[in-house]
């Protein structure tokens, strides 16, 4: 079993950045793939990043790329997602998950643990 629990969202103003944490629990962390996902509002969640347990593979979304980065410190327990040029698309309840499967995924179903959610908003 893994609890997650995501921190680190807030309101920034387009151009900025944010950092968002995500601690878990258990003894078997490293070996989990471990994924970002965020729901804007009124819309589906949507698939974000995703790093394999050692972060050596990591896969971004297109409307990301280049401005987030996935890292992940297995010593601490914790995965974080580094956003930089935040534009006002990007406002959306963002969410860790982690799962057991071989690879990591941006399909969503693919993941058995997720967190409560770090609100971000980015004004204009």
């Known amino acids: 079993q893994v609890q997650l629990v995501e921190s680190g969202g807030g309101l920034v103003q387009a151009g900025g950045s944010l950092r968002l944490s995500c601690a878990a629990s258990?003894?078997?962390?490293?070996?989990?793939?471990m994924g970002w996902f965020r729901q804007p509002p009124g819309k589906e969640r949507e698939f974000v990043a995703a790093?394999?347990?050692?972060?050596?593979?990591?896969t971004y979304a297109n409307s990301v790329k280049g401005r987030f980065t996935f890292s992940r410190d297995n010593s601490k327990n914790t995965v974080y997602l580094q956003m930089n040029s935040l534009k006002p698309e990007d406002t959306a309840m963002y969410y860790c998950?982690?799962?057991?499967?071989?690879?990591?995924?941006?399909?969503?179903?693919?993941?058995?643990?997720w967190g409560q959610g770090t609100q971000v908003t980015v004004s204009s």
């Open positions: 998950a982690a799962t057991t499967r071989a690879t990591p995924s941006q399909w969503g179903w693919r993941y058995d643990y």
């Open positions: 258990g003894r078997t962390f490293s070996t989990y793939q």
């Open positions: 790093a394999s347990w050692s972060g050596g593979t990591t």
